[in-house]
Each structure stands twice: as C-alpha cells, then as structure tokens.
C-alpha cells in the first residue's frame, strides 16, 4: 500500500512539474508574439491574429511617418488588431515610430489600417513591427 501510494505521489510531481513546463513555453510563444521582428514595406506579414496585407506603404503626410494599408482577422474568433511600427535609420536610432489598429473583426474579415504618426519622416533603413496588445 505505502508503495502505490508512493508511485501515485510520484506521477503527481511529475504531471505538476509537466503541466507548469506547459505554461511556461505559453508564457514564451506570447512573449515571442509580441516581440520586434522585421518586415519589409509592401510585404504582407502577421502578428498574432491580423496579417497586414501586401501592398501597404509607408507615406509622408505633413513631414510624418504613416502608413496605409489593409489588415484581415487571420483568426477563428472576433478581434482587434494592435501593432506597432519602428522605422530605425542605418545606426538604430529610431526616426519614428507609428500605432495601427483595426476595429473589432470577424474571422476572415479586412479592413482599412488606422495608423498614428509619432516622427519626423526621413530615410530609414529598418522597419520593425511588434503587438501592443
């Protein structure tokens, strides 16, 4: 009896210690979601449940960086998208940076990107995209 009670004791740990090491590469997929990555202007790319669509641009408008585009809910659920946009020059200093979300979105839905500048408009070399959400 103390033996199977010491098995069952045992595969307890081991199912605790499993279940955390679970969370724990969760914790660090979300992490990884939400962390810079590059992207080319023009070029479709996804973050979380959004994917910007190809053919977005960067524009000047009144000497600030913006940005223009579509953004569709790649996703089985309702949501909203929330990235951010770093435009750095050849050194990594950052010229600007722009916020774009969506609305609410049904699953396969697309629409128009709203995006607000923060930056003076100059030549960078690197654009970079991240969730804020």
């Not at 641009?57 to 940005?67: A, D, I, L, P, R």
């Not at 949501?79 to 435009?87: G, I």
């Amino acid at each position: 009896m103390l033996l199977i009670l010491g098995v069952l004791f045992v595969v307890g740990i081991g199912g605790c210690a499993a279940l955390l090491n679970s969370a724990s590469n969760e914790v660090q997929k979300q992490d990884d979601r939400s962390a810079p990555r590059d992207v080319a202007v023009g070029t479709a790319f996804t973050i979380g449940k959004h994917q910007t669509l190809s053919g977005w641009k960067v524009v000047n408008e009144t000497g600030m960086f913006s940005v223009v585009g579509k953004v569709k809910n790649v996703s089985d659920a309702t949501s909203t998208a929330f990235f951010h946009l770093k435009f750095l020059s050849a050194t990594g200093e950052v010229l600007g940076n722009v916020d774009c979300n969506g609305s609410d979105l049904e699953p396969g839905q697309t629409e128009d990107l709203n995006c607000l500048p923060d930056g003076k408009f100059g030549k960078y070399q690197k654009v970079t995209a991240e969730a804020t959400f």
